[in-house]
DNA sequence: AAAAGCCGTGGGAGCGCTCCCAGATTCCGG
DNA sequence: CCGGAATCTGGGAGCGCTCCCACGGCTTTT
């Protein structure tokens, strides 16, 4: 193994500068800079990640704890995982993968032990059991979600209220007077998770304001065929319907037209999700940029590991686009 | 923070005691063991990581490659994740998310600087550019798929060539003539991946053997309803239907029905993939165990850490599970 | 002309752990 | 009672790096 002492014999230099043209935190002169350089690459030098640990007490690799429960669309979380390796590497980071069942001993072995600098929780709960560990925690944490009590941590996610809202104001905006939520299965809600409550809340807001009769029904996409008929049963003048349940949209569109409802002559839709979904239905839709979100949580992380101060809480906003499933009057 | 040092005095040992204590390398009266354990948990002591690495030259990391391409079916992916993930801890390892995008700059960059043991690298290509260092690393990897020319490799997979087989024979011991494969995208078989070539060339042999007449198609699920009309106008008396095609399942049984057939009284189907889906669908399918292919990956990564010979080729079996979509004639 | 400041570099202690080399103790058979 | 084997423990070098402390040479200030 090629050790930063070789490279330092065969620049000329001492250890110490190769260290410093390697970190650049003091000024070397260029013909220095440049003939280590060299030698690095001669000698195909790479630190060895161990000792610079060590040594510098930071390891440069951070956590990623993922969701493995049901409810949660899996590609999304993908692109948000794919989203913040990429991120990561900008930053000279890598991504150490947690499972949430680690749970609480999950976190506090990779942080006492050194393995990572800081910690980036996808899919918080509104009373997570984690979140005393991070506040208590000597390292750095970005939580994807809002819990209910989000003081003393830094959180991001979507604005799920404005993508309720957004939805319910576009329907409103078309004339529909009678529209429908449909959401996450009934075991999100039940858990408490925060984005499933925000979008209703945004939803049922926004129709109150504009005088708009609204219901909503969480929906598991196993059973999309019974939601979407008997919503229908008990909600005959429904004419726009939001669908917050990526897993669910292509079988609830199926069932509607079961029943005989023509898409969008009878019943409006708006997806609230991924848009390449929407897009190939030729949905109207919110999108829910994945990406993005992987990308800033990570950014976040990295301000906070650099000392500086984050936001405690970040929305990112969604962006409507309209397409032929909500046509104008 | 704690050091080793510190549960030493606290436990009225030497640094060298507790540390044979945590590894186990040689042998310590219970005495000993009870109170440096005692010690270790009264100070809440753990090990740092970097440091053991530096000394031990092991990280307890290893670099998983996840791919991020188009054609493969994301749920799976990550099913194979979590398991590797969760495996790896069995064996008190944690896992290194790397990006397939890294190549092999990636991997020479993990590998030389020490910052993870051994390598798993998904969904890996016939004549995969990182062969080659994969060869030439002085850590073990281990390959999911198969590349053209796995030697001096480890290599598991599914058997698809018995999936393909399994297919075809079951339909033709139902009687059925005139059978299809649907399979993967036609991005995918162009790549050269190996699994769909193998799927089809099992799918084929076992139809020649039972002197069926078969026939295969790639299938992008964007455009599952046009794949389905363009095989039943061209082949009009076709009763057996074989699909490996995850995401293209749901589109394709739509459009058959949309063509005017009844599944299964005028065609018979059966899905290749995770059993989930089929089972939820009532199809007869041939399940290609995600978890259990990430389980064994992971372990035979660790018995080539521990020194241990690994075989080059592992095979994981499918199950054929019949349910009501290919009915008894 | 001496003092003070600046820039570029070297020396080397120390990060926390592992594991080789010994040393101490106990146990056994002769 | 002794030699040797077996069992258990301690000491401490060394893993490869970072970063504090110095230092020499040069320029600018007093």
Not at 9 to 21: C, D, K, L, Q
Not at 41 to 62: F, Q, W
Request: glycine share 8%; aromatic share 4%; with cysteine.
């Amino acid at each position: 193994m090629v050790k930063i002492s070789d490279v330092a014999r065969h620049a000329g230099v001492s250890p110490s500068t190769v260290s410093y043209v390697l970190s650049g935190k003091r000024s070397i002169s260029d013909q220095t800079r440049r003939r280590v350089m060299d030698s690095i690459r001669a000698l195909g030098y790479r630190p060895h990640a161990g000792a610079r640990a060590l040594a510098s007490n930071r390891s440069n690799v951070i956590a990623l704890v993922v969701p493995l429960r049901s409810g949660i669309h899996v590609p999304i979380v993908m692109q948000m995982v794919i989203a913040a390796v990429t991120t990561a590497r900008t930053y000279d980071h890598d991504v150490l993968l947690l499972t949430q069942d680690e749970g609480v001993g999950g976190l506090e072995r990779v942080a006492g032990s050194a393995l990572v600098d800081a910690i980036l929780v996808m899919d918080v709960e509104m009373h997570d059991v984690r979140l005393p560990v991070l506040r208590s925690l000597d390292r750095p944490s970005v939580l994807i979600g809002f819990p209910a009590d989000p003081s003393g941590l830094t959180c991001i996610d979507w604005d799920f209220e404005a993508a309720g809202a957004a939805c319910a104001e576009h329907l409103a905006d078309l004339g529909h007077r009678e529209i429908a939520l449909i959401g996450a299965p009934p075991a999100v809600y039940e858990r408490g998770t925060g984005f499933a409550e925000r979008t209703k809340a945004g939803f049922q807001r926004a129709a109150a304001e504009r005088g708009v009769h609204a219901v909503v029904r969480p929906c598991d996409p196993e059973h999309a065929r019974e939601t979407a008929a008997d919503l229908l049963r008990d909600h005959p003048g429904l004419t726009g319907i939001a669908v917050h349940n990526e897993p669910a949209v292509e079988p609830l569109l199926t069932a509607f037209r079961a029943s005989g409802r023509r898409i969008p002559d009878d019943l409006s839709v708006i997806a609230i999700g991924p848009d390449d979904l929407a897009a190939r239905l030729e949905l109207t839709s919110i999108s829910i940029p994945a990406e993005e979100l992987g990308r800033q949580a990570v950014a976040l992380l990295m301000d906070k590991l650099n000392g500086d101060q984050a936001p405690g809480a970040t929305l990112l906003p969604s962006r409507l686009v309209a397409r032929s499933s909500t046509p104008a009057a």
